[in-house]
């Protein structure tokens, strides 16, 4: 089914949205949460609970692109889920590394600047992806956005690990470059 | 912590970047095509089994098949049905027919090639009979699966279906389709309905079977009297020369009453749900250097095929 159709059941309030919305997206949701937690049975529960607030926020929202409306809520909730399990100790999946790479990217801060909030540092960072080749932001989305691990995109873009390593390496150094020469500070 | 906070703002880039990468990971590229092809010769050779088996016709309609056919005066609307009805199924999330066209060069090549001769004398069919009762219908279509449930490709697929017309109705019925076999899913080793059909190379199902069944008997014999076995639900997948199998697998055997004294003598089974990935060599063959046999180990759920079926054979009576 078209996502236009499935967005209008939801604003009909037909309950058979869900299942529309899970037969097309299931699949694509529980992808992106299994890369955050690692977990069958939790990514499971993330991409349920997806469905329920996709129901919740349809209407009044009317979004643009069901896929990344539904991804973004299942990256969110698999993230908190993923903090939660920090704190009990239980973490693993593609988060940790994630993270610990993207450490070399903040810029380090003046006293005097102001930290940039989250909604102008999205914008700061849609500026630089909108300046990348293609492959480059691909593989940046896919590997912060996606969670997705170097042997998965290293088969995705048919590169070997370390080259993929070296790729998003030099696309960090970038970033980095990018937020200095904006003056982004986290 | 900064980074924490550098991770969730990635969460809230514009759209176009984040569909843009989910192309290549979790919905592969629509402009990816599938040919599912088998060789001529094994796919002839399912032709001719089905026109010299008549019993099959009502098989194939009534059910068991991978394709939920509705039978019509028009062959191509019998592929349609085929396709279309994939939708019902739990493992298709949608199936877009772009093209369905008769194939009178691949009719004209598979008559000459493989049912006229012995074939169609030995049944008395003519040429003209021929002519009127078997087809070839090429179908382009765009099929989008769910991957937890089916090792199908998704992309688009280009598929050859094989039909034959029912002499009294005027029906066309798909007896057989590139990359699938849907007329013997009731195979079962032992089974003579297949053999002496031709000496064409055999399906790769009946290969698959052939070499499960050796395997499993070779195993199992040591300990079980009676042993015969049911290959069900197959769905096969080539691409490149790779297939990739699954399918359910029964295997019966003549109860010894160890654990149970009334259970001695009676039929018992034990069944498996398999994938087979084995590459195919020029001849159609498998080539048995390369296949390994999978077990599901998913207790609930999306099948997790990670055991080697190896690891199921007792070996209580090894050195």
């Known amino acids: ?186 | 912590m900064k980074n924490e906070k550098l991770l969730s703002s990635i969460g809230n880039i514009a759209d176009k970047y984040i569909t843009e990468a989910q192309a290549t990971e979790v919905r592969p590229p629509k402009s990816k095509v599938v040919t599912l092809f088998r060789k001529p010769a094994v796919i002839a050779a399912a032709i001719a089994a089905f026109l010299l088996l008549s019993a099959f016709t009502a098989y194939v309609v009534t059910g068991g098949d991978l394709w939920i056919q509705k039978p019509s005066n028009d062959p191509k609307e019998t592929v349609r049905s085929a396709i279309e009805n994939q939708v019902g199924k739990d493992y298709t999330i949608s199936v877009e027919v772009e093209s369905i066209e008769i194939d009178g060069t691949e009719t004209v090549r598979v008559v000459e090639s493989f049912i006229s001769g012995v074939i169609a004398e030995r049944r008395g069919w003519s040429d003209e009979y021929l002519a009127e009762h078997f087809i070839v219908v090429k179908a382009v279509y765009y099929a989008e699966y769910d991957h937890t449930q089916t090792t199908r490709s998704d992309g688009n697929v280009v598929q050859y279906f094989y039909l034959t017309r029912d002499i009294d109705s005027g029906e066309w019925t798909i007896v057989d389709n590139s990359g699938n076999v849907n007329w013997s899913d009731n195979l079962t080793a032992g089974n003579e309905a297949h053999t002496g059909v031709s000496d064409e190379v055999r399906s790769i199902k009946e290969q698959m079977l052939s070499y499960l069944s050796e395997l499993f008997t070779e195993a199992y014999t040591p300990y079980y009297d009676g042993l015969h076995y049911e290959m069900t639900n197959y769905d096969e997948t080539i691409v490149d020369g790779a297939c990739t199998a699954t399918f359910f697998w029964t295997m019966y055997h003549l109860g010894k009453g160890w654990d149970v004294a009334g259970d001695e003598g009676a039929e018992m089974q034990g069944n498996f749900s398999l994938q087979a990935t084995v590459t195919i060599n020029d001849n159609g063959e498998l080539d048995l250097s390369t296949i390994s046999i999978l077990a599901d180990n998913s207790a609930s759920g999306p099948p997790d095929y990670c055991l080697p079926i190896e690891d199921f054979f007792p070996d209580q009576l090894a050195d």
């Open chain 1, 1 to 186: 089914m078209e996502d236009s159709k499935i967005i209008d059941l939801y604003w009909k309030r037909a309950e058979i949205a869900i299942g529309e919305t899970a037969k097309k997206y299931s699949r694509y949701c529980h992808a992106i949460s299994f890369n955050i937690l690692h977990n069958r049975e939790d990514a499971e529960e993330c991409v349920n609970d997806t469905y329920l607030k996709a129901w919740n926020a349809i209407p009044p929202k009317r979004p643009n692109c069901l896929a990344a409306f539904l991804g973004k809520i299942t990256r969110n909730l698999s993230l908190d889920k993923f903090k939660k399990y920090s704190a009990d100790k239980r973490g693993h999946g593609q988060m940790e590394i994630a993270l610990s790479e993207l450490d070399e990217v903040i810029p380090s801060a003046t006293s005097v600047e102001q930290a940039i909030d989250e909604k102008e540092l999205a914008e700061s960072l849609d500026r630089f992806l909108g300046g990348l080749p293609k492959q480059k932001r691909m593989m940046f989305v896919q590997r912060y956005w996606y969670l997705m691990s170097i042997q998965t995109m290293a088969e995705q873009f048919s590169i070997s690990e370390s080259q993929a390593k070296s790729a998003l390496f030099r696309i960090r150094n970038e970033l980095k470059s990018h937020f200095e020469r904006e003056g982004v500070v986290l």
